[in-house]
């Protein structure tokens, strides 16, 4: 992408309404635009990292087993009816009435959409376990949203859920999950403590909310300080192994982390003083079992090898990409801006161009581009007539780990200069060992 021709509508100043880090940096960076209160448009910079962190949640959603499907945003009032939410929600659902005085919803979670799909079509224990994905906006018409995407009232959430014979069965459906989570979160580049957690309007009493640190966190929390050193599942963790995903699980509930509403002091004050955390976190996700409480209402079951007939387990299973976001920022920058972890980067590496017009510059890195461009990397060519400083300013602040820079001088002699966004460590190389470097 050549940044003469990419739509990246930088801030020169911080914008006042921001309070938070991330929030002032989406903005500064011309990630998202605000619509109205807590409704954003995702620019196309921020477009791509949102894009980055749904392709890893995917990956790690099919890893698991789970599978996508797709469905609305708006939902028929009939089904919340049935499972008795419709009034329980209370303001935070927002209601419409279509032509024909239909009562509608902005869907805030689809738990009681996809138990009418799977009751419509799912009639023997032989389909479990099945677990259904979906990454779809979702609209809570939250009393305080803030912070940007952070609490948004229109945000995207992956939901994922499953349904299962027995209890057993979805116990193992939820390490599934769990795994998953732990799984992608690293991958993200964060720490995520799954934390015994409040069910709200979901329901159930087995829950767990993977909590990122951070000052600026919303949910005051509580834990032990060895999770740092919990080794994360390996790619081939095999989600089949009932034991194994439960070895898992037991060994990252084995020490005490709750948030605040599931807060139990007398056992926090039993952990030494020096091994003890109470911070702030911000929650990325959110897993619930719940067994029948929608299943039962609705109808949704399946006979059984007894050949009686038996209602689902379920679970539900949320990710907020659109708070994911934000949370990696809060998490990784600096004074000068942002500093993406390569997963989720914007662009693989940043080609500046320190003095466009000049023909030995604008040669070298037109062939730079076109390399890194051929070997599959994400490139962003800054070739506007900015000065260079501008230039390193711009390339600080939107965090791309690598920057490749090239000046008359450096040029002059066939080499190019290649700086670590992280680190700020700096090495020149011929422009072949900074291709084959990049690109290897
Ligand atoms: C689980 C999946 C649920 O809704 N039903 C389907 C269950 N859980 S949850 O905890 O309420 O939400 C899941 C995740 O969505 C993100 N999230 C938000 N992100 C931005 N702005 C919001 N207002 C918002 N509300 C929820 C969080 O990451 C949460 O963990």
Request: aromatic content about 8%; some cysteine.
């Amino acid at each position: 992408m050549r940044l003469s021709r990419f739509f990246m509508p930088i801030l020169k100043e911080n914008p006042k309404e921001a309070e938070i880090v991330s929030h002032r940096l989406m903005l500064r960076t011309g990630m998202i635009r605000q619509q109205s209160q807590g409704i954003y448009s995702w620019l196309p910079l921020g477009k791509r990292v949102l894009d980055k962190v749904n392709a890893i949640i995917r990956e790690e959603q099919n890893r698991a087993g789970a599978i996508e499907l797709s469905m609305p945003t708006l939902q028929s009032a009939e089904l919340w009816q049935e499972s008795g939410r419709y009034e329980d929600y209370g303001k935070e659902m927002l209601r419409i009435r279509d032509r024909q005085d239909r009562p509608m919803l902005y869907g805030p979670t689809n738990e009681e959409m996809i138990t009418d799909i799977f009751r419509s079509s799912v009639k023997s224990y032989k389909s479990l376990p099945l677990n259904l994905y979906h990454i779809q906006l979702k609209f809570r018409d939250e009393i305080r949203p803030r912070f940007g995407t952070m609490r948004s009232r229109e945000f995207l959430m992956k939901d994922a859920y499953s349904f299962d014979l027995t209890q057993a069965d979805a116990i193992h459906s939820y390490n599934k999950m769990f795994v998953a989570y732990l799984r992608t979160f690293d991958r993200l580049g964060l720490r995520a403590i799954p934390m015994r957690a409040d069910t709200g309007p979901i329901g159930g009493n087995h829950s767990h909310e993977f909590i990122i640190l951070a000052d600026t966190g919303e949910s005051e929390v509580f834990c032990h300080k060895s999770f740092v050193d919990f080794d994360i599942p390996a790619v081939d963790t095999d989600f089949d192994s009932v034991e194994g995903l439960q070895a898992t699980f037991d060994k990252w509930t084995s020490v005490y982390a709750a948030t605040s509403e599931m807060h139990d002091a007398a056992a926090f004050d039993s952990i030494g003083e020096g091994e003890r955390l109470s911070a702030r976190g911000i929650e990325v996700g959110h897993i619930f079992y719940f067994g029948t409480k929608y299943s039962e209402p609705m109808g949704a079951k399946v006979q059984g090898p007894d050949g009686k007939e038996h209602l689902v387990h379920m679970g539900s299973y949320g990710i907020g990409p659109t708070r994911l976001v934000p949370a990696i920022i809060e998490a990784s920058h600096d004074e000068n801006g942002i500093i993406w972890p390569a997963s989720v980067a914007p662009f693989d590496a940043v080609v500046i161009n320190m003095k466009a017009g000049d023909q030995a510059c604008d040669s070298t890195c037109e062939r730079l581009y076109a390399a890194l461009q051929n070997a599959g990397k994400d490139v962003l060519y800054d070739d506007t007539d900015d000065r260079a400083g501008t230039k390193f300013a711009t390339a600080d602040l939107i965090g791309v780990p690598v920057q490749v820079i090239a000046g008359p001088r450096a040029v002059a002699a066939g080499e190019v200069e290649l700086k670590d966004r992280k680190t700020g460590a700096r090495e020149t190389l011929t422009i072949e060992a900074a291709i084959n470097k990049l690109t290897a």
